[in-house]
């Protein structure tokens, strides 16, 4: 579990969470409505994909998300990856304009990969300094 905090602060991901808690949490702000829709839209086809999904709230460009593993009854390795793809896809949203709220943001794949690649490794570094504080 102190890897996953680690990793998370390492990256400026959810820096949200707390020592104890049990679930990752954001709050994502948008340049319109429709830019946070198209958001939503966009990562819950990922989420789908990886039979992970979170819970938000929308009002208007705020967006309030929060992930956890149900089966551990806390934070796993499933949420980092989540939470690291809607880091990516909040930037592209934010960098691409729509026509209405029912797009999907076109975010690239490998570029994708080859950032949670890059982080992954970064994560496996943390893990092996710290593997004498579990």
Avoid: R
Wanted: one cysteine or more; charged letters at 20%; hydrophobic letters at 40%.
């Amino acid at each position: 579990m102190i890897q996953i905090y680690t990793s998370l602060s390492k990256f400026m991901l959810w820096i949200k969470v707390g020592k104890y808690s049990k679930s990752l949490s954001k709050e994502y702000k948008f340049d319109s409505f429709k830019q946070a829709f198209v958001f939503m839209n966009t990562i819950s086809n990922m989420a789908d994909e990886m039979n992970h999904y979170p819970k938000w709230i929308n009002v208007y460009n705020k967006l309030n998300v929060e992930i956890t593993t149900q089966d551990l009854s806390g934070i796993s390795i499933k949420d980092v990856l989540l939470a690291h793809l809607m880091e990516s896809v909040a930037k592209d949203v934010k960098e691409q304009n729509f026509e209405s709220i029912g797009e999907i943001c076109k975010v690239s794949p490998i570029q994708l990969v080859q950032n949670w690649n890059a982080n992954y490794s970064q994560y496996q570094e943390i893990m092996k300094k710290n593997v004498h504080n579990i």
